[in-house]
């Protein structure tokens, strides 16, 4: 029995989407933190590990003499504590965002898989007669989805964490 317009048009709106999943995770000031963070993140290495420490420094137009070392590993541990609170805070709650849209993703293969007929299968079967079966797509999501989620959430954190404690053993050493 060939499957009817209108189902065919069931079907293919209603089959879960994994490319969906891989919608960027992070909003536009979440990703503002994030970058925040990482820049922060790369001037305490240096200024742990290179001892690098600005001249003159000076902040809106103002130009001030040059900071004793520790004092600048202190500022600069401070500025990345802040980047880290707040993309924590933020990215947070992106994440719960996106975890979201996975749960409903698995949600829908449910309900699909629970509430298909053979008429459902026939039309499914009529309209993917001619295109082969990508399985990689859909098999390939998640792992990609989890690669995303530790290289924009995860990696930035802990590129953070590292940072503060170089810098903090760098200011307390004698």
Do not use: C
Request: net charge negative; glycine share 4%; charged share 20%.
């Amino acid at each position: 029995m060939p499957a009817t317009k209108e189902l065919k048009e069931k079907i293919a709106l209603s089959t879960p989407n994994p490319i969906s999943l891989h919608a960027d995770p992070l909003s536009d000031f979440a990703r503002k933190e994030r970058r925040h963070l990482l820049a922060s993140s790369l001037l305490g290495f240096l200024v742990s590990q290179e001892g690098l420490v600005p001249a003159h420094p000076s902040i809106f137009g103002f130009e001030f003499s040059q900071p004793s070392p520790r004092a600048f590993e202190w500022i600069v541990v401070a500025i990345i504590v802040y980047f880290l609170i707040a993309f924590f805070i933020y990215g947070l709650s992106d994440f719960f965002g996106w975890m979201k849209r996975y749960q409903d993703y698995i949600e829908k293969v449910e309900v699909e898989g629970r509430n298909w007929t053979e008429e459902d299968q026939q039309a499914y079967d009529d309209l993917h007669a001619d295109i082969p079966v990508r399985a990689w797509l859909y098999s390939g999501s998640k792992p990609v989805a989890v690669a995303r989620v530790i290289f924009e959430f995860i990696i930035p954190i802990l590129a953070g964490l590292v940072s503060l404690i170089l810098l903090i053993m760098s200011a307390t050493k004698a």
